[in-house]
């Protein structure tokens, strides 16, 4: 394997990151590396696995740093889906320029919150012919993080009263979040459950400062909806679901993707994996999972999924 430390630039913003290529000559088909909310790192388990698998089996990988993360300038914490979306297609337009590249075999392998970047990325270029996403939601952020609410508490064994109880309060955050909710009215209503014993598990964000406006975070991003970009893609899909997801709704994600490629529904594989979680790791979605061996079903239907659209390598 070579590696090579390298920059790019999108709207500004230098980004650092590691491309890694097969021994030989190529040019090799490529994957970018698109972020969970978790981590900005280039050295997320996931992506070094991800490296190490795919630049054995011929394929380049770009992992790079998220702004703001590691080496790489910027603030994520400013940064909405469509500019972080900007990052991965300067990403991609450096790849197609390198030279060691196949420029029509470059796609993204995302990871939950990298599978709504990597849908909005494409949809906005012809660059990009493939994706592979773990863990993705076709819902919005804020219709996740309440199933996510609801899961929690649940699997913590609080009854439906709870489960009720914290998503009237995490609904009353979020209109607050939105300007749709006196700022007071949500206080009242996370003041009344934040010194329960399920408050924790409850997921409940903080409400937004009164003085952040659209600077906010949670607001840049609870109502992004992935449909439009959806609508967009006519790219090969791989699709992976953890059966013990305990973030996504897997069956209303994979029914709007299935709606979405209705036309072309053979560029699309989704697929749920027994005994994993959020992560493709044996871990079955516990505490836990993101440092559980990683699932050998993952490994080999990622192999065989990436060899068939570039059978030559």
Known sequence: ????????????????????????????????????????????????????????????????????????????????????????????????????????????????????????????SNRVRFLVLVGACAVTPAEQMRYATATSLRGAGYDETVVERALAARDAVDAATRGELDRAAAAASLGAVEHEPWFEAALIPPLPDPDAGVTNKWRLEMDYDVGPALAQLAVPVLLIHGDHDRWTPIEESQRVWRESFRGHPQQLTAVRLPGTGHYPTLARGAEGEGAAPISPDYEALLLRWLRQLAPTV
């Open 1 to 124: 394997m070579q590696r090579r430390e390298l920059t790019f630039v999108s709207d500004g913003c230098r980004l650092a990151g590691t491309l890694s290529l097969p021994d030989g000559d190529g040019p090799w088909p490529a994957i970018v590396t698109l972020h969970p909310s978790s981590t900005g790192s280039r050295d997320f388990r996931l992506f070094l696995h991800l490296e190490a698998l795919m630049v054995a089996a011929g394929f380049a990988v770009l992992r790079y740093d998220r702004r703001g993360s590691g080496g790489s300038q910027g603030d994520f914490m400013r940064a909405d889906f469509a500019q972080l979306a900007d990052d991965a297609l300067a990403a991609v337009e450096l790849l197609a320029g390198t030279g060691e590249v196949e420029p029509g075999l470059i796609g993204f392998f995302g990871v939950s919150q990298g599978g709504w970047i990597g849908p909005e990325a494409a949809s906005r």
